[in-house]
Every structure is written in C-alpha cells, then in structure tokens.
C-alpha cells in the first residue's frame, strides 16, 4: 500500500533530486542568490526525531510553503548548474540529492494530511498544487543543462572510487533523466511531447467510455421473477434505479468494473445471470453501443512508438526499466510457469462445481456465470467461518502490542515503548518509540488505525522522516488502516482481515525503519514497484504463527487462546477456489503484459477491432488457460488499469503476483530454518530489509535464500496442484 502513497509523494515532490525527506540544515550553496524560505517548513522541527510539530502548522502554511519550497529548489538546482567547478559527484548529484529540503517537508507533512485526515481545503489545496507540481518535476527533470553534468560526472565513473550506494544513487539519478527523455534529439523530443499529448487524450477518452459502459448500460429486466434470490432491498434498488435510467417498472442491475459481477452468485434465474454475465464482458466490444477497442489499439500502438524513440523494442521494456523484474520475458516466463498448474487446478474445480449444480437438480455444466453461485456454497458447507465469534479473539491493542510488535522483538530484538508528548494530527493516533537490538533508539512509530470520513480507504505506509545518514536522520513512520471504530467503552475488536493487514503494514514499517542508507532516496521502501510489497507480505506470515498467536489470540472475555480449529479453517479456506479467483487475476495480468510487449509492427498491424478480438483471444488462448471457464479478471476493452492514463499500471499488473512469489519463497525459507528466531530475523535484516534499494534485487534475494526466487510455494500456499487432490 505504501506505493500509492508514495508514487503520490514523489510525483508531487520529484523524480530526481528532491526527496520528502525533512532533512537539516540547506546547505550553503555558496551562490547568494537562494532564497530564504519562512513559516513552519523552512527548517527542521525542533521535536525529538524531528517529528512534524502539528501544533503549529495550519492550513494557511500550505501554499505558501508550496510556493516557497519550489522558489528555493529551483535556486538551488540552478546554483549547481552555475557552478563554476568541473561537475563531480559531490557538487552534483549530491547537491541534488540535498536539494528541495523545504519542498520535501512541506509534501510529506501535507499529503500525509491529505490521506488520512484531509479537509475541504486541503483538498482544494491539492487540486490547485498538484499540476504546478508536475510542472516543477519536469522542470528539473528535463532540464538540458542540469542533465549535461549529470552525464559528464556518469560518463566518468569508472574513474571514480565510489561506495556502492554512492554508485546506485548515480546510475538511478542518470537513467530517470535518460527515461524521461534527456537524451532525445530535439526532433525526438518533439515527437514524444506530441505522443504523450495524443496518449493522453486517447487514454482519458478510453477512461471516459469504459465507465460510460459500465455505468450507462445496467442490465433491464422485465419482471421481479427474473431477479430471484436477491434481498427486498436489492430488489428495491434495482427498481429504483430502472426508473432513474427511464425504465419505470422494470428493474436494472448497475454493473461494476470486474467481469464478474457481485450479484450473480445471488440470482437463482440463470437466464438472468447469463444475460447479466455476457453485458460484462461484451459491455465495450462493439456487441452493445459501447466499443473501446480502436481506442486501445491506439494506446497500444503509441507506446510502442515511443518506446521505439528510446531505443526500446517494445512499451514493457521502457516501463519496467527499475522494476526487478526488468524485462517483460521475465514477468512473461514467470507468468507462464504457473499455467500447467492453474489450468489443471481450474478444471479440478470445475468438475466439483458441475457435481454441485447436478445436486441441486441442474442439467448443465458451470458456465462463468455459475461459478460463483456454486463456489460460494461449496465453500460455506466445507469451511463454515463465523468471522464476529472469531473477532472476539482479537483486541485491537493486543493484535498490535502482544502480537505484531511482539513478533518483532522475537525475530529482530525491537522493542516498543507508547508516548504521549508527541503531537498528533488526530486524538485516535498513537505514537511509539522503537528501541533497536542493542538498545538504542530505532525511530518512531505512529499508529492511525480508525476509519473515519476525512480518511481515504485502504491501508498503507509511509515516511515523515526518512532514514538517511546523510542527513543524520532516524526514521518516523506512519501505518493508516481503516478499521471501523468500536461504540464508545466497547473494547475494540477487529477482524482477522485487518489483523492480516496490520502485520502486512508493519512490515512495510519494518523495511522503513531498518532502513541504513546515506542517500534517502535510496532508503527504505524506496524500491521498486514489483519489489516493496514483499517484505510487507513476508510479516503477514507471523500472524498465524503459533507462538504469536498463542501470545496475542485470547479471547476478550475469557482469555481463553483461540481455538485451533478457526486457524486451520482459514488456512483451507484461503485455498479454496483458487482456479478462479487467482487465474481471473493471472490472465489479467498476461494480457497487460502481452499488449505492453508488442514491437512497434505488430501494434501497428492491429488496426481493426475484429483484430483487436483476436489478439486479445489468441493471447490467452496460447498460454493454455481455460479462459471461456475463467476469463480475465477485466478485458482489455474495459482494462482501466493499463489504458486509462498514458502509463499507469500498464506493464505493471503483473506486480502483485511478483511479489507474492517472492513473499512465499521467503516464508518457506524462515520455515525451513526454525521459524522465529533473532538469527533468522537478523538474517533477513541484513540481507533485504535494511538494504533499500541500494542493490540489484535478484541479488538481494539471493544472498538472503542462497539461490534465485522459486514461483512452487506460491503455488502451493494457493493449493495449485497438477495432480487432482
Ligand atoms: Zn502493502
């Protein structure tokens, strides 16, 4: 979750050079001609960790500070560009890393705001700053003379004597520029200026459509009969929303953006679910009014054009140029190792679903449409969970001090104490100190657990202070959940989900706070997209642990430990369906990555929307999945992902399955090793999380497993065998 916020924070702050780091004093450039920022954000705050003093920012601080912070940045980007010295890595990139300390302070404080507790104005703020923000990046990022240091320092370094990370910092800080287009021809650039004009319209245009499909073309019927197993209320609102649509009488079923549909497990008329299922997938491809696909096969094609400009044979190798993944084979093959094993599981499933259908006096086989409705019965007589009475095992504080922190002290010696002279943005948040192994003070830790209107959904992780050496600065991290909030003087009960997700989030805190860097750009959760959810997954592993739950599991009332059975249902349960609910996803993802890998020539050649059919159709049909069982989480005609903006998530789908790879493998490996220990703790400390993203990642992995990651125990924590069970 921390990429969300993240990705927002460093758009908003900078690409290259800046960092949202609150860091010490500006260093003296030497030129006058810097301006002095004033308000809050021109310095450091003066609190222990140089934590944010919200007792003395107001909303008025914001733009000014914006606009200050900016000023001041552009100065100093200018004063390295003016010096008079022969560019070296010290007095440019260096300085370039230290620059943008007011604009970093006043970004992180303000889109932390905006997240979690945001206000009318903020967001008013946000819309009014964001694109002079956008405006600022490029204007350093694609600044000529800027680049000309920076490449005359690169093109010198294997002359110099660098540390490692002093290396990373430069290749990174080189190739973003060279990404964004620093070494173009004016001709070039141009070019690419006119491409990501035209991507932008055609992308918002294909945004535009895919929802005006969806949201304009609800499934009409006639009758009350057709709508069969759903509640009054459902019944109610399909009404209601016939006669808002000018079908007074009838009923309409508003569709949502997967191909599957929430309401179709509940239809018991299957003519129904078909007609509902069949409006899904065919909602944009010319079937009905709505057709997308001469929109994406534009989209499609530019990139492919533009990556071809940078010298790339396809849009999938520009996108994931820091990804660890690198290259779309890459992603590729791994996608495709596990199609033998979820095609297999898929039918496996699909002859239980047909012997369930046949029980209940059906003469057909599943159909999509059907999948759901007969998966979900399974799965309530096989695992009947009652997630309120398992809820009762876990109190909110208990799950965070004698469960997630405890697991914390046990693999890595950490050890928390509560504070309450810190001030806090919201009375519901709570503050920790973070004592390391030997004692000494780690960071600090603020903890945001309640939903509430001024709160986006979700959950997620991020920096007040970065790490950094460079600025002899100590973590301050932040997890935000969405936990709904008990009545006043009930205690506080949550469900396994957020437990899940509480250790999930602090594990993106742990990456953060055993962060070890000199540069913060390279500290911590600074990593890459397929990359920063795996130490996150990894944490979620301790939750179910034994020895962990035992220590944090009791039931609220009576103390007793939770029964043992709740946990192994679970267990089976999170492998259940698996064909369908990971295949829907996986095939998602192929198809992302097959349109994001076609070579300039082929985009070009798909210049018909039956030839957009058919590429979409051979994609997944070559890999082997039983996709007319299973199809695509969405299709590409309704892919927003991957063409509603002119990049996106787009060669990047796959990201989520990379990283529960790499997360399974690890798990195993601390199984394989004794579990919870400090050496296993220490270990992976050492190798991974204390590493940020000063490394090649495969190499990460390797020194922590000792070999590259394996894709088999994601396979088997999902329950995709070959061979039926
Ligand atoms: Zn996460």
Redesign the pocket.
């Known amino acids: 979750?921390?990429?969300h916020i993240l990705a927002t924070v460093a758009a908003a702050a900078l690409l290259a050079g800046c960092t949202t780091t609150p860091g010490g004093e500006v260093e003296t450039m030497a030129q006058a001609s810097i301006p002095e920022g004033t308000g809050y954000f021109a310095s450091d705050s003066t609190l222990p960790f140089k934590a944010p003093d919200f007792t003395k920012i107001s909303e008025d601080d914001y733009v000014p500070a914006f606009e200050q912070g900016m000023a001041i940045h552009s100065a100093e980007i200018q004063a390295i560009i003016d010096n008079p010295e022969a560019p070296t890595f010290e007095n440019t990139i260096v300085a370039l890393e230290k620059s943008g300390q007011m604009l970093g302070r006043v970004a992180t404080v303000f889109f932390a705001l905006t997240g979690s507790n945001t206000t009318d104005r903020l967001d008013a703020i946000n819309t009014e700053i964001s694109p002079k923000l956008t405006a600022h990046g490029d204007s350093i990022t694609l600044n000529p003379a800027l680049f000309a240091r920076v490449k005359a320092v690169y093109d010198n370094r294997a002359a110099m004597s660098m540390t490692r990370e002093d290396a990373k910092l430069l290749e990174d800080t080189y190739e973003g520029m060279v990404h964004a287009g620093a070494l173009l021809t004016d001709a070039q650039r141009e070019r690419v200026k006119a491409i990501n004009t035209e991507l932008s319209e055609v992308t918002t245009e294909f945004g535009l459509a895919a929802r005006s499909a969806m949201a304009d073309q609800p499934l009409i019927v006639d009758t009350k009969a057709e709508l069969a197993g759903l509640s009054d209320a459902d019944i109610k609102a399909a009404a209601d929303l016939a006669t808002e649509k000018g079908h007074p009488g009838k009923f309409a079923i508003a569709l949502q953006n997967t191909t599957q549909q929430p309401l179709l497990p509940t239809l018991t008329n299957r003519a129904t679910r078909e007609k509902l299922f069949q409006l899904s997938f065919h909602r944009a491809d010319g079937q009905r009014a709505k057709d997308t696909r001469m929109m994406l096969a534009k989209i499609a094609k530019l990139r492919a054009e533009k990556a071809a400009l940078f010298g790339e044979p396809d849009w999938a190798t520009y996108a994931m140029w820091d990804r660890m993944a690198e290259k779309p084979k890459t992603a590729l093959d791994f996608m495709e190792q596990m199609v033998p094993a979820l095609a297999a599981t898929q039918r496996r499933e699909a002859e239980v679903l047909n012997a369930a259908i046949k029980k209940d006096g059906g003469n057909y086989t599943v159909k999509p449409w059907d999948w759901y409705r007969y998966a979900n019965k399974v799965k309530a007589e096989r695992y009947s969970l009652d997630e309120d009475a398992m809820s009762e095992y876990f109190q909110m504080d208990k799950v965070l001090e004698d469960g997630v922190f405890y697991a914390a002290g046990k693999l890595y010696g950490l050890r928390f104490e509560r504070r309450t002279d810190l001030p806090v943005y919201h009375p519901d948040v709570w503050t920790y100190t973070v004592f390391d192994r030997d004692g000494s003070e780690l960071g600090v830790f603020y903890f945001d657990p309640f939903q509430r209107p001024s709160k986006r959904g979700g959950?997620?992780?991020s920096n007040f202070v970065d790490q950094s050496k460079l600025w002899n600065n100590k973590p301050v991290i932040y997890n935000v959940l969405n936990i709904p909030k008990a009545p006043e003087g009930e205690v506080q009960l949550v469900s396994f989900d957020n437990v899940n997700t509480m250790f999930?989030?602090f594990?993106?805190a742990l990456h953060g706070f055993f962060a070890n860097q000199m540069y913060p750009s390279l500290s911590g959760t600074a990593t890459a997209r397929d990359f920063?959810?795996y130490p996150?997954?990894v944490n979620e592993v301790w939750a179910t642990y034994p020895e962990v739950l035992a220590n944090y599991a009791k039931h609220y009332k009576t103390g007793a430990p939770i029964p043992q059975s709740m946990i192994d249902k679970i267990e089976e349960a999170s492998k259940f369906n698996q064909g369908y609910d990971f295949g829907e996803v996986v095939a998602a993802a192929l198809l992302d990555m097959k349109w994001s890998a076609l070579s300039p020539a082929e985009a070009a050649a798909i210049d018909t929307p039956e030839k957009v059919d058919a590429f979409e159709r051979k994609s997944l049909e070559d890999l082997g999945l039983e996709i007319d069982l299973v199809p695509p989480r969405y299709r590409s005609t309704y892919f927003n992902h991957i063409f509603s903006s002119p990049s996106g998530y787009s060669a990047g789908y796959y990201s989520y399955l990379w990283t529960e790879m790499l997360d399974r493998d690890s798990r195993k490996w601390f199984m394989d090793n004794g579990g919870l220990t400090r050496a296993n703790g220490d270990h992976y400390r050492a190798t991974v999380i204390s590493q940020g993203g000063t490394m090649d990642y495969f190499e990460m992995f390797r020194n922590f497993a000792g070999r590259n990651p394996d894709v088999t125990p994601m396979l088997e924590a999902r329950g995709l065998v070959t061979e039926p069970k």
Request: net charge negative; hydrophobic share 45%; aromatic share 8%.
């Open positions: 979750m921390k990429a959950a997620w992780m999930h989030e594990g993106h920063v959810e996150s997954q």
